[in-house]
Structure formats: structure tokens, C-alpha cells
T-cell receptor
Framework: EAGVAQSPRYKIIEKRQSVAFWCNPI?????LYWYQQILGQGPKLLIQ????????DSQLPKDRFSAERLKGVDSTLKIQPAKLEDSAVYLC??????????????FGDGTRLSIL | SQQGEEDPQALSIQEGENATMNCSYK?????LQWYRQNSGRGLVHLIL?????REKHSGRLRVTLDTSKKSSSLLITASRAADTASYFC???????????FGKGTHLIIQP
């Protein structure tokens, strides 16, 4: 099966600009996650969708970050305006609700964002 | 916040040796998962251990869980150069909930 697709792989912008990332999960996976991974740290959950609804966005900085999954398939994450501290790798993951509970999460290779 | 902490932060061993990484966490879990991340890539799921399990094996991997000490360990036996990567433990409340990751252990296997 095809894996989680993310684009772009790299993005360089100046602070206060806006940026958007795109994710296409594994076909049939109802749950989609966005994580932020700062250099030298583990990923931190930003937002979780189940189909097109938000399950958890408690750690999403809502003053500048937004995300949507309108048709319950692919998703976009936007930052506007970007700050220097947003420099990180943004990882998308998906998991299936079918089968046994506690299905593993499948990750894309991420978008590496650099803020100048 | 990151509630899982791996130890050591970095580990360098010779090919063929065993590598052991430890993970501690602070709150209750439904299960604990281990992931591997190669440089510049996404995370790959390795193994999941439920809170009512004490040990689990998968190929050259062995995971233990001690819920009384809120700790887990990952053992990689007969290490290979291809095992060079960062390893993360992740706490799960269960179901499809998002994961809480630690800072990871960077493992280097010297040929």
C-alpha cells in the first residue's frame, strides 16, 4: 500500500510570512494526525482528526496555526504568521479504525520548515 | 509536554552487540509504543506493549514494561549498521488517541 504522502519536503520562509503543508494519508485511514518535531526532540501532537472532525487540538497554537480535513481524506496545515520558533519538521500520520484496537500510526517523511 | 523520557540520549556500540534503551513516563498508560526514525525520514512503528503485558518480542527486538516503576526498555540484539537511527517511546491512552513522545535515544552502530 502507498504510504502517507506529504508536500513540500522543504520550505524556507521569512518570519511573519504564511505557509501551508499538505498531507494525503493511507487510503481508508479515518484518523489523521499532525505533529511538530523540533530539532533534537520527539514529535508533539498538534491536532488529530477523525474523518473530517477534530478530535484533539489542545496543543495547537490557534492564534497562528490552522488545519482542515474537509472531505475526510487529505489535510492541510497552515501557519500565519510564522515565527522563528516554528522552525521544525511537520509530520503527518494516519491510522486505521478497522481491526483490533490500538492500530499503529503510519508517518510521512515530513516537511522541514525553516524560518529566516 | 513530553512525558516520556528516554535514556541514554545517545548510544554508540559495535555491530553485533546488544543495545538497550530505557523509557520512563509519568502518567497512566493504555499502551506504550516504540518507533524508529532514520535521519530525515518519518517514524516507523516497531512494537506496542499493552499495560497488562510485561514483555513482548518481535524479531531482534524485546520490549519490557514495568507499570509499577512507569518504565519500559527496548533491547535490540545482534545490532546491525542499519539499526543506526533515533528510537522513541510513545505513551498512548489507548484507541486512536494521539501519542506523547519522549526526546528519543540516538543509536549509532559502528561497523
Amino acid at each position: 500500500e502507498a504510504g502517507v504522502a506529504q508536500s513540500p519536503r522543504y520550505k524556507i520562509i521569512e518570519k511573519r510570512q504564511s505557509v501551508a503543508f499538505w498531507c494525503n494519508p493511507i487510503s481508508g485511514h479515518a484518523t489523521l494526525y499532525w505533529y511538530q518535531q523540533i530539532l533534537g526532540q520527539g514529535p508533539k501532537l498538534l491536532i488529530q482528526f477523525q474523518n473530517n472532525g477534530v478530535v484533539d487540538d489542545s496543543q495547537l497554537p490557534k492564534d497562528r496555526f490552522s488545519a482542515e480535513r474537509l472531505k475526510g481524506v487529505d489535510s492541510t496545515l497552515k501557519i500565519q504568521p510564522a515565527k522563528l520558533e516554528d522552525s521544525a519538521v511537520y509530520l503527518c500520520a494516519s491510522s486505521s479504525l478497522q481491526g483490533p484496537p490500538n492500530q499503529p500510526q503510519h508517518f510521512g517523511d515530513g516537511t522541514r520548515l525553516s524560518i529566516l | 509536554s513530553q512525558q516520556g523520557e528516554e535514556d541514554p540520549q545517545a548510544l554508540s556500540i559495535q555491530e553485533g552487540e546488544n543495545a538497550t534503551m530505557n523509557c520512563s513516563y509519568k502518567t497512566s498508560i493504555n499502551n506504550l509504543q516504540w518507533y524508529r526514525q532514520n535521519s530525515g525520514r518519518g517514524l516507523v512503528h516497531l512494537i506496542l506493549i499493552r499495560s497488562n503485558e510485561r514483555e513482548k518480542h518481535s524479531g531482534r527486538l524485546r520490549v519490557t514494561l514495568d507499570t509499577s516503576k512507569k518504565s519500559s526498555s527496548l533491547l535490540i540484539t545482534a545490532s546491525r549498521a542499519a539499526d543506526t537511527a533515533s528510537y522513541f517511546c510513545a505513551r498512548s491512552r489507548g484507541g486512536a488517541d494521539g501519542l506523547t513522545f519522549g526526546k528519543g535515544t540516538h543509536l549509532i552502530i559502528q561497523p
